[in-house]
Structure formats: structure tokens, C-alpha cells
């Protein structure tokens, strides 16, 4: 399957700075990524979509002025929290699919390997 | 997209078949059947999915009822790397253009004992 890369891998930070999440697709185009938080013992929960040249759209309750996402290229999404605090404190993972092309099923999503923001 | 009942856990023996049951009863006709699983600490990983046929890869079988209302993610000789949380997922199918996201629920934890 496709690869998609996240990094850094884990990252800790002060409280009040801020820190930015690369999500990339390897070896393909995705015109779409999705980040997801995930809490301990908990599910994923999808905070938003990444659409490439466009505002990212964002589910209900995540703040867009604090998990600002940018969406530049085909191959690139980046998540920065800004003003992290403890309880941003979480696993966030990406997710990136295929740029449909010719109308055909665009079928599976391929995840990132996730990054532990850890706020201190 | 239709929500999905999952046990929340279960046990398999090494070198055993592991049965992953899901119960979606209000899936539509234009949703499809995927599963997910995530290892501790890592991205989730796609293994499988379907619409109303039963499906085989290198992975896993899925068995999806003829009233599609549930369907089974078959392990055929579980090992000690499979143990993971296994999330059941429907969604409509995207012909493209779409922005389909994959909402997980709460999974099945699945530990494969030695």
C-alpha cells in the first residue's frame, strides 16, 4: 500500500509555544488528508479535513484557530497547535487518500505512523 | 455513515482462527464495509473491505451477511503480532470528487494468547 510519512514522531514541548506536525504522501498524490487526536484507552477522533488549496473543514468542537492546518501541496499537510497546553497533550495521526482519477472507487485510506505531542 | 457495534474485546489462541464480529443493521445500500487495526502506539492499518461479497486478501476474509446487516473479519492463524484494536467501519463509497471520512468507533481489542 502507500505510504504516508508523519513527523516528528514524538514531540515535547512548553506550555504556551507552539508546535507543527508534518504529514506526508510518499508516493502518491492526495488531494485530501484527515487528522485525527486520540486520547489514551480512547478512539480516534477525526478533528478535520485537509483539502489541497483550500480551508481545511473541521468537525464540531475543534478549535481552527488553535489546530491550524495547511494544506500547500499534493504531498503535504501540516497540523501546527499553537499555544499547547497539557491537556493538547495527545497521539495525532494523519490520514491521506489517493487523488481519484478517472472515476473509478477510490477505496482505502493509508495512515501515518501517528505523532505523541506530549505539553509540559 | 451508519454506525458499527463491535465487541469491545476478545482472545484468540496463537496458530487459531480469530473471528472479528460487527453488527452494522443500518447500513445503506451504498455504503461499504471496511476494517481498520490499530497496534499499540501506531497509525491504523487497512486489511480489508467490501460491499455484499465475501472478500479474501493476503490479510483476512470478510464475511458479510447476505441482509448485510453484520459481517465477520476473519483471521485464518492469528499470531502474537496481531493482537491490536480492530475497527469495523461503513461508509458510503467515493466515485471521486468526495471527501468520504472514516469515523472509527470504539473497536474490538483482540489480544492472541501463546
Known sequence: GAVVSQHPSWVICKSGTSVKIECRSLDFQATTMFWYRQFPKQSLMLMATSNEGSKATYEQGVEKDKFLINHASLTLSTLTVTSAHPEDSSFYICSAREAPTGGGLNTEAFFGQGTRLTVV | ?114
Open chain 2, 1 to 114: 455513515d451508519a454506525k458499527t457495534t463491535q465487541p469491545p474485546s476478545m482472545d484468540c489462541a496463537e496458530g487459531r482462527a480469530a473471528n472479528l464480529p460487527c453488527n452494522h443493521s443500518t447500513i445503506s445500500g451504498n455504503e461499504y464495509v471496511y476494517w481498520y487495526r490499530q497496534i499499540h502506539s501506531q497509525g491504523p492499518q487497512y486489511i480489508i473491505h467490501g460491499l455484499k461479497n465475501n472478500e479474501t486478501n493476503e490479510m483476512a476474509s470478510l464475511i458479510i451477511t447476505e441482509d448485510r446487516k453484520s459481517s465477520t473479519l476473519i483471521l485464518p492463524h492469528a499470531t502474537l503480532r496481531d493482537t491490536a484494536v480492530y475497527y469495523c467501519i461503513v461508509r458510503v463509497a467515493d466515485y471521486g470528487g468526495a471527501t468520504n471520512k472514516l469515523i472509527f468507533g470504539t473497536g474490538t481489542l483482540l489480544a492472541v494468547q501463546p
